[in-house]
């Protein structure tokens, strides 16, 4: 364990079994069980003093976590959220021998750090009541602390419990994102946040709405770093605004993407404008951050790996919607020629100039694909190359870019590089035309003179990941 936070999320409607009642991960015959009552917010802390899942009495994490749990709560009503869905409003009958909400303090074993599981869950709205199992002595979890790991778990599971609230069946990249984004919302210095972000943005070129299959991915955790570029764009109240309006008023849930474009509606924002400054600002983090506009934490994060980086760009691509795809040119030609072979006017292309220092300075655009400048002027020692593609509707935008001097990117006549009757392509060198008759008889050739190999030779497969 690194300490990057690792949940149980289980909603999808399903009532699950508390610690003292069958649960996956329950107490012992043998534990001694005790619980901590805070009357003045409603909660109930049960936890173990003797037996498998003691909590060690020097941690005092019993009233610790109570204190943490009532606190992120209190933010979350300031902040204009729902509170989590009271036991008694679906009729259940004092669940953990109380109405109070419960919170349960179990030894994992290292399987997880926490989780909000359902106890029931009505049908529309979608809305559940639950409760939360958090770790009980987070040895081996490599947090820096024992009250980072309390902040980190209280907010997070506790957004799970607000999020049930509006709607229970939230497709992962939203309900781990955005309990992420409470993360850094509750603890603005929040390490797991960062981790995550740096997990998402590695794999940025993905669609935001598309994680990995498989086990719930780092990348779907790391999407909290685009909620929280719209939570610091419009505030706070955003965040609770999304939640209300993927609120179902039928047996269908809202499709998260209709709700991001709604809330941006209401707000007076886009799509196109919000995707456009976020990849901006992601690219400005770490030893690029500081100059262009960007998060409080960017010099902290990583920040994306550009795909190609070299003094020319002459290169296959495919751009997925609501993804985004940094190159990187260097040096940067003082006279930039920009090329893409099949553009989607969807796609929005910037140029970020880099100074001698590695920091991204300027800004230029941004264009759509098909409307890019002939020639563009930098200053600056390196120039990233920003396609931006802010429709989570649209299609992959394929093709080629080139990107370097006028010279590499179309040849010096006179000829309009869009007309198929005239000259040659537009990109020299971007695999645009179809190959010469010599270099066919020698790519023969070569097939040809090399030995075959030896049979039967199996070719293992990559794993994937």
Same mark, same amino acid.
């Given at each position: 364990m690194s300490g990057a936070l690792l949940t149980l999320? $289980?909603?999808?409607? $399903? #009532?699950? $079994?508390r610690p003292d009642d069958g649960d996956l991960f329950s107490w012992s015959d043998t534990d001694v069980?005790?619980?901590? *009552?805070?009357d003045a917010s409603d909660l109930r802390v049960h936890y173990s003093v003797a037996g498998p899942h003691a909590v060690d009495p020097d941690d005092d994490l019993p009233q610790r976590m109570g204190d943490a749990t009532a606190d992120v709560l209190a933010t979350f009503d300031a902040w204009g959220f729902l509170p989590p869905v009271a036991e008694a409003t679906l009729g259940l009958d004092g669940l953990g021998g109380s109405?109070?909400? *419960?919170?349960?303090?179990v030894d994992f074993g290292g399987a997880a750090d926490g989780r909000f599981a359902v106890d029931a869950c009505s049908d529309v709205p979608r809305t559940c009541a639950g409760h939360v199992v958090v770790e009980n002595d987070f040895a081996g979890y490599g947090y820096a602390s024992l009250d980072v790991a309390i902040d980190t778990l209280a907010s997070h599971e506790l957004f799970h419990a607000v999020q049930a609230a509006y709607e229970a069946d939230l497709p992962t990249w939203v309900s781990e994102g955005t309990a992420v984004w409470a993360e850094v919302a509750y603890d603005p210095a929040s390490e797991d946040f960062l981790r995550f972000a740096d997990a998402y943005l590695a794999d940025i070129s993905r669609s935001l709405d598309r994680p990995p299959s498989g086990p719930v991915a780092s990348f779907a955790y790391g999407t909290g770093v685009w909620w929280d570029h719209l939570a610091r764009r419009h505030g706070v109240g955003s965040m609770a605004r999304l939640l209300e309006l993927l609120e179902r008023s039928d047996d269908a849930p809202v499709d998260p993407r209709e709700a991001v474009a709604t809330l941006l509606t209401e707000y007076d924002d886009t799509l196109v404008d919000a995707w456009t400054d976020f990849a901006v600002a992601m690219a400005a983090t770490g030893s690029r951050s500081g100059i262009l506009p960007g998060p409080p934490y960017a010099a902290a994060l990583v920040g994306p790996t550009p795909q190609t980086d070299g003094a020319v760009l002459q290169t296959d691509l495919r751009v997925f919607p609501w993804s985004v795809r940094y190159d990187r040119l260097r040096p940067a030609p003082s006279s930039l020629a920009l090329r893409l =072979?099949?553009? *989607?006017? #969807?796609?929005?292309?910037?140029?970020? =100039?880099? *100074? $001698?220092?590695g920091r991204l300075t300027t800004r230029h655009g941004p264009w759509d694909a098909t409307d890019l400048p002939d020639r563009l002027t930098l200053d600056g020692s390196a120039a990233w190359i920003v396609l931006a593609h802010p429709d989570p509707w649209g299609a992959s935008m394929k093709g080629s870019l080139c990107a370097g001097a006028p010279g590499d990117c179309e040849d010096d006549s006179d000829t309009d590089p869009h007309d198929p009757d005239e000259g040659a392509p537009a990109c020299a060198g971007c695999h645009t035309g179809r190959p010469s008759p010599a270099l066919l008889g020698l790519w023969w050739l070569l097939v040809l003179s090399r030995r075959r190999s030896p049979p039967n030779q199996p070719v293992r497969p990559r794993r994937r990941k």
């Open positions: 999320w $289980a909603l999808a409607g $399903a #009532a699950h $079994a069980i005790e619980h901590l *009552d805070l109405d109070a909400f *419960d919170v349960y303090l =072979t099949e553009p *989607d006017p #969807a796609v929005q292309v910037l140029v970020l =100039t880099e *100074d $001698a220092e």
